[in-house]
Nanobody, 125 residues
Framework: VQLLASGGGLVQAGGSLRLACAAS????????IGWFRQAPGREREFVAG????????RYAASVKGRFRASRENGKSTAYLQMNTLKPEDTAAYYC???????????????????WGQGTQVTVSS
């Protein structure tokens, strides 16, 4: 499956952005979707994930309560709604797709086999 992330940009602290991840090439609903981010000089880290059916989500502690992951399988698109953004949220954000036998959310980077190109989010103070 090919993934294309979009929606990044420059926003002031406290603002919101919605990222989108459009998929093509395979049946979107076969894949769990994850959102990761990577700031300069840091490891790529898990931010949020949504299960194949969209019924389960998981979040990193740093974004819980502020970010919401969702998906529309009929549109082959996943979303990451980011609210109350902070300067420390500044990073390149990536969406990824992986298969889960159980249908659960995938947390580990190594569980994902397809990655989008990344979209930059910059939060100014």
């Amino acid at each position: 499956v090919q993934l294309l992330a979009s929606g990044g940009g420059l926003v002031q602290a406290g603002g919101s952005l919605r990222l989108a991840c459009a998929a093509s090439g395979r049946t979107f609903s076969d894949y769990a979707i994850g959102w990761f981010r990577q700031a300069p000089g840091r490891e790529r880290e898990f931010v949020a994930g949504v299960s194949r059916a969209g019924t389960q989500t998981r979040y990193a502690a740093s974004v819980k309560g502020r970010f919401r992951a969702s998906r529309e399988n009929g549109k082959s698109t996943a979303y990451l709604q980011m609210n109350t953004l902070k300067p420390e949220d500044t990073a390149a954000y990536y969406c990824a797709a992986g298969t889960s036998v159980t249908g659960a959310v995938l947390i580990e980077k190594t569980s994902y086999t397809s990655w989008g190109q990344g979209t930059q989010v910059t939060v100014s103070s």
